[in-house]
């Protein structure tokens, strides 16, 4: 069982290209959260929110409270966009999905 | 600030063997908390404290013990290491237990058990 499903798992895009990772999730939330993690680095939090949308640069966040569902976008993408992206939500405790792997290719 | 460090960066240990992975927050931090990733599977909660003094288990919390003697630090200990317990291990933080905050990772202990 679990509580945080993504999509896609992994992700190619040419330079440039609008990007969506989605993710739903099956219980009620306090927040959700957008992490990114690097190849061999640590994590960083992009956004938390409980509802509509949050913009930070060529990153956007949305969420869906009915549908449960959140969107994180990455506008005209680079190569140094790549990364896993991690969604998380919590109520109480945090519960991750296993991460959505994308890579930009030059 | 630092933010949340952890040491070591990188550990092999044999099995039986036990040893302690260090978290340190300087940002004054209520909650602070313990995670494993493996492949495969997204970030699992170990264990997880809400102030000085006070712990709690997580989803796996078998194999590890923890304690929190002040707000500063949070180590985790492995009791007798077996493979299964090969993993990343991150440490993290929020400002408090009692509201929804962003949390803050440390950068990851990589722990080999053979």
């Known amino acids: 069982k679990n509580e945080v499903e993504q999509s896609p798992q992994n992700l190619t895009a040419q330079e440039g290209e609008f990007i969506t990772i989605n993710c739903s999730y099956s219980?009620?939330?306090?927040?959700l959260h957008w992490l990114q993690q690097h190849p061999g680095g640590g994590i960083v939090s992009l956004f938390m929110?409980?509802?509509g949308k949050k913009k930070h640069g060529r990153l956007i966040a949305t969420i869906n409270i009915q549908e449960k569902h959140s969107s994180l976008h990455i506008t005209a993408s680079h190569p140094r966009d790549s990364a896993v992206y991690i969604c998380?939500?919590?109520?109480?405790?945090?519960?991750f999905g296993t991460g959505t792997s994308l890579t930009v290719i030059p | 600030n630092a933010g949340v460090t952890q040491t070591p960066k990188f550990q092999v240990l044999k099995t039986g063997q036990s040893m302690t992975l260090q978290c340190a927050q300087d940002?004054?931090?209520?909650?602070m908390s313990w995670y494993r990733q493996d492949p495969g599977m997204g970030l699992r909660l170990i264990h997880y404290?809400?102030?000085?003094?006070?712990?709690d288990q997580g989803e796996v919390p078998n194999g590890y013990n923890v304690s929190r003697s002040t707000t500063e630090d949070f180590p985790l200990r492995l009791l007798s290491a077996a493979p299964s317990q090969t993993s990343v291990y991150f440490c993290?933080?929020?400002?408090?237990?009692?509201?929804?905050?962003?949390?803050?990772f440390g950068p990851g202990t990589r722990l080999t058990v053979l």
């Open positions: 940002m004054n931090h209520e909650y």
């Open positions: 219980v009620g939330i306090s927040a």
């Open positions: 404290s809400v102030g000085a003094g006070i712990t």
């Open positions: 929110l409980s509802s």
């Open positions: 993290a933080s929020s400002y408090s237990a009692k509201r929804v905050d962003t949390q803050y």
């Open positions: 998380a939500v919590s109520w109480g405790q945090f519960y």
